[in-house]
Nanobody
Framework: QVQLVESGGGSVQAGGSLRLSCAVS????????LGWFRQTPGKERDFVAA????????YYANSLKGRFTISRDNANNIVYLAMNSLKFEDTAVYYC????????????????WGQGTQVTVSS
């Protein structure tokens, strides 16, 4: 089992920045990928970014490259999502997720989920 707890969401004006945190606990983290997804009402959950816990390799949705950065703090078991130059369309509930199976970009490839944190960007 892996437990994930997100924090850091909130309201920000367009052009501002936020950093989301995901505290990770549970099973050993070798071969685990941590991902961030986001979802707006009535829409599917979309891939944002992912990171290999052991190797640190990072992966991003093409549309978010350059504005969003995923990173990890292995000592404290935290994964971060730094979001810069935020836009109104970044408004969503952001979820942290973990997986050990193949695949990377689809929510059904992830086994564990946090409760989500709301990000609201005002224009």
């Amino acid at each position: 089992q892996v437990q994930l707890v997100e924090s850091g969401g909130g309201s920000v004006q367009a052009g501002g920045s936020l950093r989301l945190s995901c505290a990770v606990s549970g099973r050993p983290f070798n071969n685990v990928f941590l991902g961030w997804f986001r979802q707006t009402p009535g829409k599917e959950r979309d891939f944002v970014a992912a990171i290999s816990w052991s190797g640190g390799g990072t992966y991003y949705a093409n549309s978010l490259k350059g504005r969003f950065t995923i990173s990890r703090d292995n000592a404290n078991n935290i994964v971060y999502l730094a979001m810069n130059s935020l836009k109104f369309e970044d408004t969503a509930v952001y979820y942290c997720a973990a997986k050990t199976r193949a695949g990377l970009y689809r929510p059904d490839e992830y086994d564990y989920w946090g409760q989500g944190t709301q990000v609201t960007v005002s224009s």
